[in-house]
């Protein structure tokens, strides 16, 4: 699969969690030079990310679930859907 326009959410999803090939990856991220839509994409998973961590410290730990992949994926695709039904009521 090699990203030849702009990227979609499981392109973004496979770099965040570094599965794509050299090839891809270095495609990704020189589109991500010049795209501002991907870069806030980007900023907003790492700001998910960091509050999940931080929810962890506050909390003295969560417990992992046992597909913690997919969890994250439905996390992050919740957030997307939020985000994206937003930027269209707008």
Do not use: K
């Not at 999803?13 to 010049?34: K, P």
């Not at 795209?35 to 907003?44: A, F, P, Y």
Request: aromatic share 6%; hydrophobic share 40%.
């Amino acid at each position: 699969m090699l990203v030849l326009s702009h990227p979609n959410d499981e392109v973004v999803d496979q770099y965040v969690f570094n599965r794509l090939s050299d090839e891809q990856t270095a495609f990704f991220e020189e589109h991500l030079l010049a795209c501002s839509s991907c870069q806030t994409r980007l900023t907003d998973i790492d700001d998910l990310i960091a509050a999940l961590r931080a929810e962890a410290r506050w909390s003295g730990g969560l417990s992992a679930p046992t597909d913690l992949q997919s969890h994250l994926d439905n996390v992050v695709g919740s957030v997307r859907h939020s985000a994206e039904t937003r930027s269209w009521e707008a």
